[in-house]
């Protein structure tokens, strides 16, 4: 079974997409979801993560655009996407993984959703 993400699809610059992923298992057993992304020839980016105890972390140019949040009684993971730009164009997969000392210690990857954002 693979974690699969959800909600991607086409936006104009300016506006919102929400993104959805429901790990495999309880979200219980991961301490630490993550989204990354992937545009055409570049390598793979972390965009967001969120630990169990709901502490986050974004990267630099999604910083105050994204949120990422957690429902531990849907178990799903989610990142809203506001403010989209062209150069969030990009797959973007979502992993269930582990926080360890000073690194991320990160699942398989998963089926990624294509989101493509025109200006």
């Known amino acids: 079974v693979q974690l699969q993400a959800s909600g991607g699809g086409l936006a104009q610059a300016g506006g919102s997409l929400r993104l959805s992923c429901e790990p495999f298992?309880?979200?219980?057993?991961?301490?630490?979801m993550s989204w990354y992304r992937q545009a055409p020839g570049k390598e793979r980016e972390l965009v967001a993560d969120i630990t169990t105890g709901v502490d986050t972390n974004y990267a630099d140019p999604v910083k105050g655009r994204f949120t990422i949040s957690r429902d531990n009684a849907k178990n799903m993971v989610y990142l809203q996407m506001n403010d989209l730009k062209p150069e969030d164009t990009a797959v973007y997969y979502c992993n269930a993984g582990y926080k360890g000392v000073g690194k991320r210690i990160l699942g398989p990857w998963g089926q990624g959703t294509l989101v493509t954002v025109s200006s």
């Open positions: 298992g309880s979200l219980y057993m991961y301490s630490l």
